[in-house]
């Protein structure tokens, strides 16, 4: 880890801190396949939560990028990122039989996730944010997600904070890859030094805002990543303040 002294004076170059979201700034509520369940049972499906949580686990790691060509139009997008999503929704109900009415299951919980009453806005998030925007710095966030997180941070209060958002599916290409992060640093006009990224991910987020050159954070809220000393590594968001400020 490095010292006190470093930084402290790689704190005072800061101009634009970055955030990943899911798992950063806001949780899924209960789970990922919590929910798919008692929607499916709404389409006569019975699927155990936990059996459906753990087929979500292999199956978005199997998964390709969420990242399409830079520049897709809108609606082409959705396309791409719907069929991102039914692939692996598919392949979740895969071991409960024939599914008669996915598509109408698919495309009401793709609209449901949009919706904030499915998310959980971390306790310690706002009052963080509040205090880097009263310290006049620009806030961002970097996200593997699709193009529904503006509505999701939206219904959570959370737009309010953030000067950009850029997600894999818009930029064409998905975090560890330096491109994204180069994307977000040219949005805000600065250099990697004067920019620091938080997330959860010691791949997605350390290493690769690290590549990139920003000073990368580790957040490891749920204390699974012990030996990881050799990163700026901390277990709550507020305990970047002191770091920052």
């Known amino acids: 880890m490095q010292s006190a002294n470093t930084m402290a004076s790689e704190a005072s170059k800061v101009r634009v801190v970055f955030f990943d979201a899911a798992g950063t700034l806001l949780e899924v509520r209960g789970s990922v396949g919590e929910i798919y369940s008692r929607v499916a049972g709404q389409y006569g499906i019975e699927a155990d939560a936990g059996q459906l949580q753990q087929n979500f686990a292999r199956w978005f790691r199997l998964q390709p990028p969420m990242a399409f060509p830079a520049r897709t139009p809108g609606e082409k997008l959705l396309e791409l990122e719907k069929g991102w999503w039914r692939n692996l929704v598919r392949a ?13 299951f ?14 959980k806005v971390y306790d310690d998030v706002v009052p963080v944010l509040t205090e880097l925007k009263q310290q006049g710095l620009r806030l961002g966030v970097i996200s593997n997600f699709d193009s529904r997180l503006p509505d999701v941070l939206r219904a959570c209060e959370l737009d309010q904070f953030f000067d950009s958002v850029h997600i894999s599916t818009r930029v064409g290409a998905a975090k560890p890859d330096s ?17 620091w990224h938080i997330g959860d991910s010691l791949r997605e987020d350390v290493e690769g805002a ?13 204390r699974q990543h012990p030996d990881s000393e050799h990163v700026l590594h901390l277990t709550s968001l ?8």
Do not use: M, T
């Open 106 to 119: 698919f495309e009401d919980i793709f609209e449901q996730f949009r919706d904030g009453k499915l998310w």
């Open 179 to 195: 491109a994204i992060f180069q994307a977000a640093l040219d949005a805000h006009g600065v250099e990697p030094h004067q920019a």
């Open 210 to 222: 690290a590549a990139a050159g920003l000073q990368a954070v580790l957040l490891d809220r749920h």
């Open 238 to 245: 507020d305990q970047l303040l002191p770091l920052i400020s």
């Open 92 to 104: 979740v109900f895969s071991d409960f039989g024939a599914f008669q009415h996915f598509d109408e």
